[in-house]
């Protein structure tokens, strides 16, 4: 079955960096929008950042000119490159991604949800 793994959070001081990664894996015909979202401990999961498969992207008021969202179809992989990180940041991080299959012969979509990375951004 299709999964997204993700990695890279971790504990940093503000003002720091991290890279997140996320990679799409199964049964995959294409991987269409992929986007980031963060959920902070009583809060609602927001959208950080997304990106189509041609490269359009959106952010978030919050992390524009901080986060750069990238990916590599290639690899079936999205990145976010967090830059200048400040308490507010602290989340849960978690990959979205809509996924194409085939299955009978028919053309199926889905949306997917990574497991989850915690960024802790605190001195």
């Known amino acids: 079955q299709v999964q997204l793994v993700e990695s890279g959070g971790g504990l940093v001081q503000p003002g720091g960096s991290l890279r997140l990664s996320c990679a799409a894996s199964?049964?995959?015909?294409?991987?269409?929008?992929m986007a980031w979202y963060r959920q902070a401990p009583g809060k609602q999961r927001l959208l950080v950042a997304d990106i189509s498969r041609g490269g359009s992207t959106n952010y978030a008021e919050s992390v524009k000119g901080r986060f750069t969202i990238s990916r590599d179809n290639a690899k079936n992989t999205v990145h976010l490159q967090m830059n200048t990180l400040k308490p507010e940041d602290t989340a849960v991080y978690y990959c979205?991604?809509?996924?194409?299959?085939?299955?009978?012969?028919?053309?199926?979509?889905?949306?997917?949800w990574g497991q989850g990375t915690l960024v802790t951004v605190s001195s």
């Open positions: 979205n991604a809509d996924i194409s299959y085939i299955n009978s012969d028919q053309m199926h979509t889905m949306n997917i």
């Open positions: 199964g049964n995959i015909y294409s991987v269409n929008d």
